[in-house]
């Protein structure tokens, strides 16, 4: 099967140079991203297109490359094609029609060519004949330009066509690692998921930061949304994943701060800690979710005030959309549903927050403060590439048994994206299976059968094994991973 890959249109108005490095960097993420389906995908072009070819036209690995296309950065649209030497027009016809004179029995539709090089006829000259010639021969109730129910698709380049036969459009951006790397200040909430992924669109190699103010659930459901985003749309690029102990200064906080200043100090305690952070990893910029207005630490005077207590760049690409637009985009990217079930730590809330905050009384309240507690987190932080983010556990007993057959009586949890299940369902065969999605699973495991062996499932074995070894720590001992 061969895919047809445009390029994000602003890489294309680039300088030569610019190009050919995005171009180049766009072939290289390809050619990793593949090659973990089949080494035997190839991928080359340059300038103008790439084409991915892969050995067969298998169902299954043809939908996972169509899932990594459409999910890579710097690709604006995937055309499925058949390629040959370039016939004459009723050559071009018999090339069509294979593909085409099901679809357009009882339909409107109209023909649409891009040519490129020197021919003895021009785009409409084509366009005419074969828009008559499928009226003739086919069930088309007519042409349609406008709106038609099928847009019959082919190209030409120099001496070669390429038939259309399916299309998707891509998520655009930059390549990833074309742009300087940030870090993200992620909570596992609908914005800061949404903002992390614009970023990763853009083609910018996206480091996650958390900071813990406790619990456990907190903590997993983080790092489940960080994996996801990493896993579906920047596995190109190793990321690292830090979480901070914050407990220690939210106390302090809690205790000694006046009650309506304590978001905007929360804010500003965070956001010292994170530039520590960026620093220590050379990254330029900070990244967060933020929404003028959306809560009181959000309007335009506060804000300020917590910019105040750095020169690093703070980026916010939510910073005027609106809550229903962000979890519509949320719902686009596949968070909205684990997102929606975060658990939030509601130990910051103001019974009268205040919306102007002044810098003078900021600082009065932050000196009741040991500031010394922001060099302790950040000193006692964790550190680790996205990809390993289960071995945080590493130091207790819980590493899951993976197993690569089902024992009798144990029941396979499928615990992947819906997305991902409906593409590839798993086939039950000799052994029963349970869907449960990731991010229901810590609600749902407790009220099994509590005598049966439960073994997860998920296509490459990270959101299993995190999700079983923090089922494990919580003392549930009756699970494991499948890897078939």
């Not at 035997?40 to 790439?50: A, K």
């Not at 949304?225 to 830090?242: E, T």
């Not at 760049?313 to 910073?319: E, Q, T």
């Not at 609106?322 to 929606?340: L, N, P, W």
Request: net charge neutral; glycine share 6%; hydrophobic share 40%.
């Amino acid at each position: 099967m061969l895919f047809v890959i445009r390029f994000f249109p602003e890489i294309t108005i680039k300088t030569r140079p610019v190009r050919q490095r995005m171009i180049k960097a766009l072939r290289r993420n390809l050619r990793t991203l593949l090659g973990r389906v089949d080494a035997r995908i190839s991928v080359t072009g340059d300038w103008d297109l790439l084409e991915v070819e892969t050995h067969s036209d298998d169902e299954n690995l043809v939908s996972q490359v169509v899932e990594i296309l459409r999910n890579t950065p710097g690709i604006s649209l995937i055309s499925q094609v058949r390629k040959q030497p370039l016939p004459d027009f009723d050559g071009i016809l018999a090339a069509i029609m294979p593909f085409y004179r099901d679809q357009l029995q009882g339909r409107s539709f109209a023909v649409r060519s891009k040519r490129q090089g020197n021919h003895e006829f021009n785009s409409m000259e084509l366009e005419r004949f074969l828009g008559a010639a499928l009226l003739n021969q086919t069930g088309a109730t007519g042409v349609e330009l406008r709106q038609p129910d099928v847009t019959v698709r082919i190209e030409i380049r120099q001496q070669v066509l390429y038939v259309v036969t399916h299309q998707w459009r891509g998520m655009g951006g930059y390549p990833m690692g074309t742009q300087e790397p940030v870090l993200s200040l992620i909570s596992g909430g609908f914005d800061s998921a949404v903002s992390s992924y614009l970023f990763m669109r853009r083609g910018i190699q996206t480091h996650f930061l958390f900071f813990n103010l406790g619990g456990k659930e907190h903590e997993l459901a983080v790092k489940e949304v960080a994996l996801y985003l990493w896993m579906r749309f920047g596995s190109s690029h190793r990321v690292k994943f830090v979480s901070v102990p914050f407990e220690p200064i939210l106390s302090e906080i809690l205790n000694k701060v006046d009650t309506g200043l304590m978001g905007v100090v929360l804010k500003r305690m965070m956001i010292r800690a994170a530039e520590q952070v960026a620093r220590d990893l050379k990254l330029s910029a900070l990244v967060t979710g933020e929404c003028v207005a959306q809560v009181a630490s959000q309007t335009l005077p506060n804000l300020n005030v917590i910019d105040q207590v750095t020169d690093m760049l703070i980026l916010r690409p939510l910073i005027v959309t609106d809550k229903q637009d962000i979890i519509d985009m949320a719902r686009r990217i596949g968070t909205e549903e684990f997102s929606a079930q975060v658990p939030e730590y509601c130990g910051v809330i103001s019974v009268k927050p205040t919306t102007s905050a002044k810098p003078q009384r900021v600082a009065e309240e932050e000196a009741k403060i040991d500031t010394s507690l922001i060099d302790a987190a950040v000193a006692a932080r964790e550190i680790q590439m996205i990809d390993r983010v289960v071995e945080v556990l590493a130091h207790r007993d819980v590493e899951p048994e993976q197993m690569t057959t089902v024992p009798d009586g144990a029941v396979v949890i499928d615990i992947r994206h819906p997305d991902e299940q409906e593409r590839a369902p798993l086939s039950a065969g000799e052994f029963e299976v349970a869907v449960v999605p990731f991010y229901q699973l810590s609600s749902r495991f407790a009220s099994m059968d509590a005598s049966r062996q439960y073994l997860l499932y998920c296509d490459k074995g990270m959101m299993s094994r995190l999700h079983a070894s923090h089922l494990k720590d919580a003392g549930h001992r009756n699970v494991g991973v499948y890897r078939p």
